[in-house]
């Protein structure tokens, strides 16, 4: 009984410490780490610990109250190839304060900034197995007709046959 309740505490342990949150959005890195930023130290006053732009990160101390100690806390920004990945992280907290705090970090950025930004259209150029069809189309409604009509001349020969 005492090896299983170790086990149960161990696992528990180390789920959590791995316990993290992650979202991508279309905002560009420097929109949602800016707005990281000014979410944690303006608009909730938790202190800064750490952080670094180039690389994305900040530390940070989580209070779940007014007064209350603060727990370490981490947001990533990860700039991807054509998205953005915002990894949030309170190890000895349960994942619903990480999903609270990513919630309303990006609600902030759409009040900040509205919508993200779209997504780019691929380039056709891009791509290899796109046909290039650049001749008119004749099936194409309301098109004009280049053609030129026939002529009685042009027009195939009819044979009249008697009895």
Known sequence: ???SSFAVFFLTCTLTAQARVEQTCDYTK?????TALRFIRVD????????DEASGYLLF????????????????????????QVVVRIPELPEEY??????RLFDKLRAD???????KPKDPEAE?????????KDDAPNAPDNREA??????????VISE
């Open 128 to 136: 290899p197995d796109a046909p290039k069809d650049d001749a008119p």
């Open 150 to 159: 026939p002529t009685r001349d042009d027009a195939p020969s009819a044979k």
């Open 98 to 103: 990480e999903r609270l705090l990513t919630r």
């Open 61 to 84: 101390g989580y209070r779940k109250s007014a007064g209350a100690e603060t727990t370490p806390a981490s947001f990533e920004v990860i700039e991807q190839e054509d998205e953005v």
């Open 30 to 34: 420097g929109q949602v780490f800016n």
């Open 113 to 119: 900034y509205g919508e993200p930004r779209p997504k």
């Open 1 to 3: 009984m005492r090896f």
């Open 44 to 51: 909730n006053g938790y202190p800064v610990e750490e952080k």
